[in-house]
Each structure stands twice: as C-alpha cells, then as structure tokens.
C-alpha cells in the first residue's frame, strides 16, 4: 500500500494551499481517510476527516469555515484557506481499511496507514 501526501508549502497569512494524499496500488474508495497535523512542540490534532462515502466530513473547530475535505479518483484533499501562522504544521494524510461506509474519526487510533507528512508554513 504506496500512498503519498503533497502541497505543502511556504504561504502568507491569508493565502491557500490544497494538500493532496494520493493512493497508488490500491483502492482508496475502500478506505476512511483523514488529516492530521503537528505543529512544532505541541501534540499530533485531526484537523478533519472523510467517510469512504465522502457523505461524512468532520473538522477541528480551529479549521471549520476555512478548510475543506474532499476525495475523488484516488485522492484525498485538504482546501485550505485563510491560512494563519498557527496552521504551520506537517501535515499528515491517514487510512484505514473499513467496511463501514459512515466512518469518520478525528482520533488517531482506528488509523494504520500513515504518510510521510507535508511541511506548511504560514509566514510573512
């Protein structure tokens, strides 16, 4: 199971960035997917998350109005707008292999694939 995350970036306050997890090899409808982020010195937060229906999509209340969740063609995506410098992070996609078609979990525990993250930082 290959999957990667990209987009990551240097960006101004206020500007947007779309991260991108891309699956290769293996069927991503079958999965629940969601992002993660660590910012420097502070603890690994869900940021959101997506149902493999993609009729399910959560948000940390830090990111509602401004981030958005999306899947298509075997790729997971993270719309981020209105960037702050408390979004600077590496920002991390991750899957879990379910049958329940309604999942979506911001904790971290359910998920067993993980990527190789993706910088972000919001700076002027």
């Known amino acids: 199971l290959q999957f990667a995350e990209s987009g990551g970036d240097l960006v101004q306050p206020g500007g947007s960035l779309r991260l991108s997890c891309t699956a290769s090899?293996?069927?991503?409808?079958?999965?629940?997917a969601a992002w993660f982020r660590r910012a420097p010195g502070k603890e690994r937060e869900g940021v959101s998350c997506?149902?493999?229906?993609?009729?399910i999509a959560n948000y940390a209340d830090s990111v509602k109005g401004r981030f958005t969740i999306s899947r298509d063609n075997g790729t997971i995506y993270l719309q981020m707008h209105s960037l702050k410098p408390e979004d600077t992070a590496i920002y991390y996609c991750?899957?879990?292999?379910?049958?329940?078609?309604?999942?979506?979990?911001?904790?971290?525990?359910?998920?067993?694939?993980w990527g190789q993250g993706t910088q972000v930082i919001v700076s002027s």
């Open positions: 997506i149902s493999r229906s993609a009729d």
């Open positions: 991750a899957l879990v292999l379910t049958t329940d078609r309604a999942m979506c979990e911001m904790a971290p525990r359910p998920y067993n694939y």
């Open positions: 090899g293996f069927i991503l409808d079958y999965y629940a």
